[in-house]
DNA sequence: AATCCGGGGTG
DNA sequence: CACCCAGGATT
């Protein structure tokens, strides 16, 4: 197809939404917008994306604040090493930069948490570098188009689909053919029910011509899940409780919990070992808790004394201000729902 | 190359 | 329940 460029950024001109990112060249934004937008919804995305202007209007007010500050306005957005390596980046931009940006695809590399999807998106939307953008739109949108089954989760699909993108890639506006075509996978050639109806490419469409849209695009693996059982202290003496961070490699790291014993099973636990001799005044029923790789199920035990003892990674604080840490979604809907 | 890392929405 | 989302780091 000659004209994959006109088309594509034709229906983008008129149906585009209006983001606020899309307002600006400023690297800083982009490059936020960017980290927030990964593996997430513009819906789900885009009050963090206010939040944390307004929180850090600039790479140095980021820089400057701690790690439980950035993690706290992250709460909720879930797969938190974005938010410690936007973190640490932030500090390697405003010492070792002064506060500059790398101005190319290759430098942007360069940077903790910036892969190739966020160099090119920040290479091109910024400084208008003709480097193609590749994400879970431009897959769908490219394997329809041209039919191709090459599964995207391998290294020869992931190369593939690149080169691909970069031949197809306009000189003159590559920014815009990059948010072109990513709007285009989220609003007209969605995963399931695309609007082929009215589309301006269902002529040139291979995958629609021979009824392989629903099977496009192709992935070889699928990810399997595996049971955790989890069981929370939740100490209430004084107004007074402890939460522990988790300084595992594991989920949810550097963020906060209430102590933690994890079992083979939801059978109830009975031996706190050293925590505590006492038996709970309250046990929850058991919450499931479904991330990408893991199914939780967790049980909170409370307790009306103080711990026997008291690991290292154990704080003591008031529960009125549990709030100031950053809690996973699941202790926190806990504490919405008690 | 394979696996891990969240949370929410959809059919 | 299975799949997807403005992916990247680690092993």
């Known amino acids: 197809m000659t004209d994959f460029d006109l088309l594509i950024t034709d229906w983008y001109r ?4 209006d983001l606020p990112w899309r307002n600006t060249n400023d690297p800083y934004k982009i490059w936020l917008s960017e980290i927030i937008m990964q593996q997430t919804r513009v819906e789900q995305g885009l009050s963090y994306y206010i939040k944390f202007i307004n929180a850090y209007p600039s790479v140095f007010e980021l820089a400057n604040a701690s790690e439980q500050d950035v993690l706290n306005h992250w709460q909720g957005l879930g797969y938190y090493s974005r938010a410690r390596n936007l ?23 360069e940077l903790k948490g910036i892969g190739t999807y966020s160099a090119a998106a ?23 188009v041209f039919d191709l ?34 709007e285009f996978g989220a609003l007209q050639c969605t995963p399931t029910n695309p609007n082929c109806n009215s589309c301006p490419l269902s002529i040139n469409c291979l995958s629609l011509a021979e009824g392989t849209i629903k099977l ?13 059982y989890f069981h929370f202290m939740v100490f209430n003496s004084n107004g007074n409780t402890y939460l522990e961070k988790r300084l595992q490699k594991d989920i949810w790291l550097n963020l906060y919990q209430f102590p933690l014993v994890e079992s083979n099973d939801n059978a109830e636990i009975s031996n706190w070992e050293k925590y505590t001799l006492s038996k ?15 199914r939780i199920h967790a049980k909170f035990y409370h307790f009306s004394e103080e711990p026997l003892t008291v690991d290292s990674n154990w704080k003591k604080i008031k529960l009125s201000e549990i709030q100031d840490y950053p809690l996973p979604r699941l202790i926190d809907r806990y504490l919405e729902n008690e």
Do not use: C, W
């Open 14 to 17: 008129q149906n585009k939404r």
């Open 122 to 144: 920040i290479a091109s939307f910024s400084y208008k570098e003709p480097v193609a953008v590749v994400d879970g739109n431009v897959y769908r949108v490219l394997s329809r």
């Open 216 to 228: 496009r695009p192709v992935k070889s693996k699928k990810t399997k899940v595996t049971d955790r």
């Open 87 to 109: 973190h640490f980046t932030a500090k390697t931009i405003a010492t070792e930069k002064k506060g500059i940006f790398p101005k190319t695809y290759k430098e942007l590399l």
């Open 280 to 294: 709970p005044i309250k046990v929850s029923s058991e919450i499931k808790h479904i991330l990408s790789h893991q």
């Open 149 to 182: 089954s090459i599964p995207i989760d391998s290294s020869q699909g992931k190369k593939y689909f690149f080169e691909l993108a970069q031949n197809l890639i306009t000189l003159k506006e590559p920014d815009v053919f990059n948010q072109a075509i990513m």
